[in-house]
């Protein structure tokens, strides 16, 4: 049975799981829900994510929410195919690769999120940016950056010379990021520059990225 994802292609979250899912060469649907009509309040969906957001994975008896869980559980049961992107035959890189996917969620999520939805997410709802706090959140993401820069700059990728879930999940905000005036962020470091020119060639995120219009008609 193919797997369902509840989501939006536009959806950062989504675009996350839907990037692990090409790199694994995983057949998949894509179950729009209409945010603006409050799909994702409905009790049929809420049954599935008690939190009311996208993504949701169904697969089989197996319903999963939260983004990077899902695609853990991919690059776990789909270990076999496509990219390996857990490095489940050395212990050590695959410790790796979970130091470096908590330091997306724990350090750079949380800097570079806010600078989104200011950007993005508030002019979309009639609401004026706060410059204070982009300005502020810059300032953390330039910290955990120049963590970056040094990582970056004796391995190719994050948790070391291969590319993996933690290099992947960084995708989607960064993507966003980039259509923002402070891209000079990323492109003025030139290992974090060249990590990122790196895995935006990879054609699986090319393949998502087509999906990932959010702002264009701003
Ligand atoms: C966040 C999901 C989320 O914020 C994850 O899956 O990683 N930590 C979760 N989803 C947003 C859409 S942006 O991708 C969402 O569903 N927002 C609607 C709402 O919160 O009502």
Redesign the pocket.
Known sequence: MVLKLH??SV???????VACLHEKDVDFELVP?D?FA?G??EPSFLAKNP?????VLEDGGITL????A?TSYVAEKFKETGTDLIRHESFDEAALVKVWTEVESQQYHPAICPIIYEFFGKPVQGLEPDQAVIDANLEKLEKVLNVYEAKLSSTKYLAGDFYSLADLHHF?YTFYFMKTTWGSVISDRPHVKAWWDDITSRPALKKVAEGMTFGENQ
Do not use: D, H, W, Y
């Open positions: 989501g939006l959806s950062t979250n989504t675009a996350r799981v829900v945010l409050r994702n309040k939190f009311g957001q996208i993504p929410f939260e983004s990077r899902i989607p």
